[in-house]
């Protein structure tokens, strides 16, 4: 039996989104930095599409839905973002960059902690900086291929202060280091590319099911 258009369109709109976001970024050869927080959120809002459909849909409240409408699902977005903000606020601090490989982000990332420490020193084999004045520590992991990298710190108590102070300078020194552009980032953008196709060919001549699809799906 075919997935009906409208539930296929709620499940892989946010996830296209996200697809042509990074794959964009990481096509053009720019890099992006982000901090592990706002990676989180990010993620979650680009599977948000995915859990309506599935999750959402296993558990939905009916009692509640055949009392207040509609209105029901505001309960239930303004309680999947709290479980997304409550994991995105307790995840492990770092910074997440794409665009760049780890080998890539260390020269720029050993630049930015001197600004910060101007007694910061790197060990590019294990791809490690110590701050000695300010007594950090950072290190660089990243797959072995893979144009992203996350940065951590070996120290869990660092200011927020820290790691925006961090991002602000490795985004300033990542810009002047010029790198190829990145397959990866173009098979992310053929990928949104199919899902489009996908959506476009299941839906096509079939709007009044999208829009019937919405209705059911809003009035329970």
Known sequence: MLIPPFTMLLALLPLIGYLILIGGIRASGRALITTGPRDVAAIGIAVSGLVAVGPVELFFPAPAAGMFGPWVWFAIAAFYFLCLTLIAITSTPKLVVYGRSADQVFPALLTAARQLDPAATGDASGLRIAMPT???????DGQSGAD???????????TSQFWYQLQAHLRAELPKQPVPRNLGGVSMLIGAACLIGLLLWH??????????GFRKWLWR
């Open 134 to 140: 300010i007594k950090v520590q950072l290190r660089i």
């Open 148 to 158: 992203s990298a996350q940065i951590f710190a070996f120290e869990p108590n660092l």
């Open 203 to 212: 839906s096509s001549g079939r709007e009044e099911l999208v829009v019937e």
